[in-house]
T-cell receptor, first 113, second 118 residues
Framework: NAGVTQTPKFQVLKTGQSMTLQCAQD?????MYWYRQDPGMGLRLIYY???????DKGEVPNGYNVSRLNKREFSLRLESAAPSQTSVYFC????????????FGAGTRLSVL | KQEVTQIPAALSVPEGENLVLNCSFT??????LQWFRQDPGKGLTSLLL?????REQTSGRLNASLDKSSGRSTLYIAASQPGDSATYLC?????????????????FGQGTILTVHP
């Protein structure tokens, strides 16, 4: 049971570099989410996708772009990384249009120097 | 804007104790409430989900209650074990009346760090 798989697990970037965080789920879920978790701030929603082909901004979307490539995959791109984007990033998915349990990946730990 | 608060921030108890974790939220127009567990360096695992129309949910030694009108939920852990040591997070999802863009979005509390020592 793979569930939600995130790659990479760890990444170190220099300021201004770009990268894409990958997320895939094998539960045939319609809804997918990207969160960031910071000490003292809890988890905050960056972007979400209620279905294939749709994406919407969450609470902290600035500096990020997303792509819902197909039903399984939802990627998060940092075009020009900044130290403020140092965080742990979690991808999640849920069935239907988002009313059910959310299942989380193991996270990507990103440091921007 | 929905705000979720969890008390206490940290809790240390001896093995075998029954304990209660508290969660409060400012906007009672919620769709559901979830309790998660997070182990150090790991992702979140859903423990219990309570729909807005429900009062409580039980799974094994865990029982979660919901009082929507007062904006409160509690997670009760019976006969705690060292393996229960983790961070417990409460999250609420906006209700339909909160607007289409809030549907499916969870607002998280900051968590309670639980340590159960032998």
């Amino acid at each position: 049971n793979a569930g939600v798989t995130q790659t990479p697990k760890f990444q170190v970037l220099k300021t201004g570099q770009s990268m894409t965080l990958q997320c895939a789920q094998d539960m045939n879920h319609n809804s997918m989410y990207w969160y960031r978790q910071d000490p003292g701030m809890g988890l905050r929603l960056i972007y979400y996708s209620a279905s294939e082909g749709t994406t919407d901004k969450g609470e902290v979307p600035n500096g990020y772009n997303v792509s819902r490539l197909n039903k399984r995959e939802f990627s998060l791109r940092l075009e020009s990384a900044a130290p403020s984007q140092t965080s742990v990033y979690f991808c999640a998915s849920s069935e239907g249009s988002g009313g059910g349990i959310q299942y989380f990946g193991a996270g990507t730990r990103l440091s921007v120097l | 804007k929905q705000e979720v608060t969890q008390i206490p921030a940290a809790l240390s108890v001896p093995e075998g104790e029954n304990l209660v974790l508290n969660c409060s939220f400012t906007d009672s127009a919620i769709y559901n409430l979830q309790w998660f567990r997070q182990d150090p360096g790991k992702g979140l695992t859903s423990l219990l989900l309570i729909q807005s129309s429900q009062r409580e949910q039980t799974s094994g030694r865990l029982n979660a209650s919901l009082d929507k009108s007062s904006g409160r939920s509690t997670l009760y852990i019976a006969a705690s074990q060292p393996g229960d040591s983790a961070t417990y997070l409460c999250a609420v999802k906006g209700g339909e009346g909160a607007g289409g863009t809030s549907y499916g979005k969870l607002t998280f509390g900051q968590g309670t760090i639980l340590t159960v020592h032998p």
